[in-house]
C-alpha cells in the first residue's frame, strides 16, 4: 500500500569540506527513491540541505582565514552544483544558518523547556569536535574518541536535556515500530544501547558563538546535534502550515551508519519530549571504502564525484553505486568495478538492446512503429517486474530491484535471439509475425526506458526521445502509436575498451601509489647549527594579512602578494608556492611573514619580505598565525 505523500530526508551535510563520494551516495539514494515515488503518483517531498554551526566549522574557517559564514557560502555551492550534474531533483536545501530555521529550532527548544526536559547544569567531560559528540571515560580508547579522533576536556556551565527519562518511552517506540529502525542488525544494535542506560545530554555550549542562541539564556549556543537534526521539520515550515501539516512524520530519514545514534535516540527523544510525532523509519546505509582502503585525501581524489561524472557520466556513477552493494552493506568503489559494470550491464544489456531493436525498426519498418499484438507472455512478465521492483524500491533494496529489471532485460534479448527476426525478415508471409516481434520489443523498450529513470533519468529521457513516448503508469505495456515515425536514439554507454580500460586503471593506480610511497619515504631535513635566542630574536616575524594575490605568468613558481603588516601600506612579497595555492585562494589569509629580510629582485620585481610555509614531499602548508592582528609579532 503507498501512501498519498511522501517526505524524504538525506543528512545535511557538514561544510567544513567539500562533497565527496559518501555524501552523493546518500543523495542519490534519495534521490533515485524521491523519483520512484512520484513516477507513481505519490505526493513526495525530497529534502536535502547543508549543517552550517558548530565548533567543527568554526575551526575550519579560521585555518582558513575566512569567517564561518563565508566558508559555508562557499562550500555550499559545491554542494549545490554536485547536486546539479548528478540530476537530483530535491524539492528543498536547508542551510541551518537560515532565519527559518533559527527560529524553528528556538521555539523546539521552548517547548523541550516549557516540558520540563531541559535544566542548567554543568558539563565536564569529552568532547570530540570532529564527531561534535560528547563521550564518557568509559568511551575513550586510547585518549581517542570510539571513532579514532581527537578528544578534548570540556568543563563549562551547559544547559541538559533529560534523556534518561525518553529510556522506556523509546524502548516502546522500537518495540511498536518494529521497522522504525533498518536494516534489522542496526534496530539490535540500537535497542541494546538504549537498554543499557541512557544520560542526560549537554545540548547547549558556553564558549561558542557560532551557533543558534539559546533561547531564555544568555551566552549558549544551541548544541550542533540539537540544531541540525531539526532541519528535517524547519524545512517544513511552522506546525500549523500546509506543508508542515501534509508532510510530518517524515517517512524516512536515509543517513550513513555513523550517525545512527544521533537519529534513532536523540532525534525521538527530543520529539517525544516536544509531543510531536516520530518519522516512520530511520535507514543507516553501510560505508564506502576506495581501492581497498577507507577515504583519504588522496583515495577522495580518484573517486571525487565531479571526476567520476566526466569520466562514466552522472546515470552510470548513479547506477554503479545503486547496483553495486545491497543498500546497508559495506562497500568498495574500485574503477575496475565501475567499468566491468558499464561494460556488461550499460553498454551490453541496455545499450546493446536499444540499439537492435532501434537498428531492426529501420532496417524492417523505415524507422516507423508496426502495428502488431505484443506478445502477452512478455506483458505479464512486465507487470510482475514492475510489482516486484516497486516493492524491493520501497523496501530500500535498490540492488534487488536493478536485479529484476536486468532480469526482463536479459530476457528480452533472448526473446530477440530466439524469435531471429533478420530470418523472418526475409519470408514474405511472415510480415505478421515480424511486426508483432518488432511491436513488443519496441514496447518493452519504452517500459524499461520509462522504469530506468529513477535511477538514470538522462537516459530515461534519450530513451523517450528516440520513441516518443510520454508518461504512464509504470506497469503499462502500451505506450507506443502505430505508425510513429522514430527520431534517433542518441548513443547511451559507449563501451570501455580493453586497452583505454588497462590504461586507465594503470593511471589510478599511479596516483594512489604515488602519493603513498611519497609519503612513507619522508625523512626531514637535518637540524641546522645550534644558535642564540638573540640571533634568533633578530629575525622579525610578524603577522601579515594577504590582501591581494596575483599570478606571475612568466614564472612557474612565484606569485605576487600584497601583505599588511601593521605598516602604514601594505608590502610586495613574491612567494613561490604557485604550484600550491591558487592567488584567489590566498586573499584574507593571515600569514607569518620575515619583516626585516634585506629587500632582494626577483623577476625584475622587488620582494619586501619572505612568507612562511612547511612543506615536505606531499605538500606545502603556509604557517597560519591563527586570528592575530596584522603587525602582531611572533616569537
Ligand atoms: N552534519 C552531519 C549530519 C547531520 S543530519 C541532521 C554529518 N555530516 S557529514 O557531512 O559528515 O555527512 C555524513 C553523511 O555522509 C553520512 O551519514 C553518510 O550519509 C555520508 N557519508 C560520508 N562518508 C561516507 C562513506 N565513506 N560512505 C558512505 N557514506 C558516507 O554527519
Known amino acids: 500500500m503507498r501512501s498519498e505523500h511522501y517526505y524524504l530526508t538525506t543528512p545535511i551535510y ?84 537560515q532565519d527559518r530555521h533559527k527560529l524553528f529550532v528556538q521555539d523546539l527548544w521552548r517547548r523541550l523547556h516549557a516540558n520540563g526536559d531541559i535544566y542548567l547544569g554543568s558539563y565536564e567531560g569529552w568532547y570530540c569536535v570532529a564527531d561534535e559528540a560528547f563521550y564518557t571515560e568509559k568511551e575513550i580508547v586510547n585518549g581517542l574518541s570510539p571513532t579514532g579522533r581527537p578528544v578534548e576536556l570540556v568543563r563549562e556551565p551547559s544547559w541538559f536535556f533529560r534523556l534518561s527519562r525518553f529510556q522506556e518511552p523509546l524502548l516502546k517506540w522500537y518495540k511498536d515500530n518494529p521497522d522504525c529502525i ?48 531539526t532541519n528535517y521539520m524547519s524545512a517544513l515550515g511552522p506546525l500549523d502550515e500546509p506543508l508542515s501539516q501534509k508532510f510530518w512524520p517524515a517517512d524516512l530519514h536515509l543517513i550513513g551508519k555513523d550517525i545512527l545514534r544521533f537519529h534513532a535516540v536523540f532525534w525521538p527523544a527530543f520529539l517525544l519530549s516536544a509531543e510531536l510525532s516520530l518519522p516512520r523509519q530511520v535507514f543507516a546505509h553501510g560505508w564506502w571504502t576506495v581501492e581497498g582502503e577507507k577515504m583519504s585525501k588522496t583515495t577522495r581524489n580518484v573517486v571525487d564525484p565531479n571526476r567520476l561524472i566526466e ?53 524492417y519498418f523505415d524507422n516507423c512503429v508496426p502495428a502488431g499484438n505484443v506478445d502477452s507472455e512478455i506483458a505479464t512478465d512486465w507487470e510482475a517486474t514492475v510489482a516486484e521492483a516497486d516493492e524491493l524500491m520501497q523496501n530500500c533494496q535498490f540492488n534487488r530491484a536493478l536485479e529484476r529489471i536486468w532480469a526482463f532485460l536479459g530476457q528480452m534479448n533472448v526473446y530477440i535471439d530466439h524469435k531471429a527476426p533478420w530470418k523472418l525478415a526475409k519470408d514474405p508471409n511472415a510480415a505478421d509475425e515480424l511486426a508483432a516481434i518488432l511491436r513488443t520489443c519496441l514496447e518493452a523498450c519504452a517500459a524499461l526506458g520509462s522504469i530506468v529513470m529513477p535511477i538514470m533519468p538522462d537516459t530515461s529521457v534519450k530513451i523517450a526521445a528516440w520513441l516518443g513516448t510520454e508518461k504512464v503508469e509504470p506497469a503499462s505495456f502500451s505506450r507506443l502509436k502505430d505508425g510513429t515515425r522514430l527520431g534517433p536514439l542518441l548513443p547511451l554507454f559507449p563501451r570501455i575498451e580493453e586497452d583505454t580500460k588497462t590504461e586507465r586503471l594503470a593511471a589510478i593506480a599511479r596516483e594512489i601509489e604515488g602519493d603513498a610511497v611519497e609519503e612513507t619515504a619522508f625523512t626531514p631535513d637535518p637540524l641546522q647549527d645550534e644558535t642564540s635566542i638573540d640571533d634568533f630574536f633578530s ?97
Open 14 to 97: 557538514y561544510v567544513n569540506d567539500v562533497p565527496h563520494l559518501g555524501h552523493a551516495y546518500t543523495t542519490i539514494a534519495a534521490d533515485a527513491l524521491a523519483r520512484w515515488h512520484r513516477m507513481f503518483g505519490t505526493n513526495t517531498r525530497f529534502l536535502t540541505g547543508t549543517d552550517e554551526h558548530g565548533l567543527k566549522i568554526e575551526k575550519a574557517a579560521t585555518e582558513r582565514g575566512i569567517t564561518p559564514q563565508e566558508l559555508a557560502d562557499s562550500v555550499v555551492i559545491r554542494f549545490e552544483e554536485l547536486w546539479q550534474k548528478l540530476d537530483i531533483s530535491h524539492d528543498d536545501f536547508i542551510r541551518t544558518t
Open 182 to 229: 533498518r536494516p534489522k542488525e542496526r534496530y539490535n544494535e540500537i535497542v541494546s544501547f538504549v537498554e543499557g542506560g541512557l544520560n542526560d545530554l549537554s545540548v547547549s555550549r558556553a564558549n561558542l558563538n557560532w551557533g543558534i542562541d539559546a533561547p531564555e539564556t544568555e551566552g549558549h549556543t544551541v548544541y550542533v546535534w540539537l540544531d541540525a537534526l
Open 311 to 363: 569520466e562514466y557520466g552522472s546515470d552510470a556513477v548513479r547506477y554503479f553505486v545503486l547496483r553495486e552493494v545491497p543498500f546497508g552493506s559495506d562497500g568498495d568503489f574500485s574503477h575496475r568495478a565501475m567499468i566491468d559494470r558499464v561494460n556488461a550491464d550499460l553498454a551490453n544489456d541496455i545499450g546493446n538492446l536499444m540499439n537492435r531493436v532501434s537498428g531492426m525498426t529501420m532496417r
Open 539 to 635: 629575525t622579525d616575524l610578524r603577522v601579515g594579512l594577504i590582501t591581494t594575490a596575483e599570478d606571475l605568468p612568466k614564472s612557474k613558481k612565484l606569485l605576487k602578494l600584497q601583505v599588511d603588516v601593521g605598516e602604514a601600506a601594505p608590502r610586495q612579497i613574491l612567494a613561490g608556492i604557485k604550484l600550491h595555492f591558487s592567488p584567489e585562494d590566498l586573499v584574507g589569509r593571515k600569514v607569518v611573514v620575515v619583516a626585516n629580510l634585506k629587500p632582494a629582485k626577483l623577476m625584475g620585481l622587488e620582494s619586501q619580505g619572505m612568507v612562511l610555509a612547511a612543506s615536505d614531499v606531499s605538500g606545502l602548508t603556509l604557517v597560519d598565525p591563527g586570528d592575530r592582528s596584522p603587525g602582531a609579532r611572533v616569537k
